[in-house]
């Protein structure tokens, strides 16, 4: 697959993430910040009312829910095992866990990156949970080879308000992602390329379109992909965030930290 961005600052696909990457060239990418869809959470609160949103039968491509990422340690390694490939030597990656995952799963990724933290995002607003209300969520930041980040008086605690009635199931918002972006986007770095294997909703898309990077991506669920080009096509025109309307001010607002 050859990335080229001529014609137009972004590219989606419809794809699950392993094949996607597997297509890519080798030290092709700048970034790669990514929410996988993680079975073992949704799995673990089967039983009960316990759900991390949504109902778990409407799950899968004709369900309002997404088809999730197995979190076998079979495909984490091989998910694990692509992004080191595709990445540029001396660059980042952030993944995004919930406490269950990054139990399961967060020690694979020593193995194949250099895991540099461990950053908390507190969501300002609580949630669920079955004994102790959750309101934080957590991305590890690896790299591969050295990098510095841009501002290394950054802390690792990152409060920004989660999405509520949010139109797409487990939106993050675009800020969590235009500060992943602008930690690891080096003011020399050109035509930045920007990569979110589990795409959703676009809000990593939105994130490296306004700082002014290239964008490629992929998601399993054909509605995601749908709902994903709307909204950046909207934004490249107007810019004007239509499934977060106070993202441009909100932005704005990071820039000056």
Request: proline residues 0%.
């Given at each position: 697959m050859l990335l080229n961005f001529k014609k137009s600052p972004y590219k989606l696909f419809k794809d699950n993430a392993i094949d996607f990457l597997k297509k890519l060239p080798s030290n092709s990418l700048d970034l790669i910040i990514t929410d996988p869809a993680y079975s073992g959470m949704n799995n673990h609160l089967k039983?009960?009312?316990?759900?991390?949103?949504?109902?778990?039968?409407?799950?899968?491509?004709?369900?309002?829910?997404?088809?999730?990422?197995?979190?076998?340690e079979e495909n984490y390694r091989s998910f694990l095992s692509e992004c080191k490939r595709v990445l540029k030597n001396n660059s980042h990656i952030y993944i995004m866990f919930d406490s269950y995952s990054l139990l399961s799963l967060g020690a694979l990724v020593k193995e194949y990156l250099d895991v540099k933290n461990i950053i908390v995002w507190d969501k300002a607003i609580i949630g669920m949970g079955h004994y102790f209300r959750r309101q934080s969520e957590f991305i590890l930041f690896s790299s591969k080879g050295k990098k510095n980040i841009s501002n290394r008086s950054t802390n690792d605690v990152w409060k920004i308000k989660r999405l509520t009635r949010a139109t797409y199931p487990t939106q993050k918002p675009t800020e969590l992602f235009y500060k992943m972006i602008n930690s690891s986007k080096l003011p020399n770095e050109k035509n930045f390329i920007v990569c979110d294997p589990f795409v959703g909703s676009g809000s990593a898309a939105i994130a490296a379109l306004e700082k002014n990077c290239n964008f490629i991506g992929c998601d399993v669920s054909s509605k995601a992909i749908s709902i994903s080009k709307k909204r950046i096509n909207h934004y490249i025109k107007k810019k004007i965030d239509i499934l977060q309307k106070n993202q441009l001010n909100d932005l704005r607002q990071l820039k000056l930290l």
């Open positions: 039983l009960g009312r316990g759900r991390i949103v949504g109902k778990y039968s409407d799950k899968g491509e004709k369900g309002k829910w997404f088809k999730e990422f197995e979190d076998t």
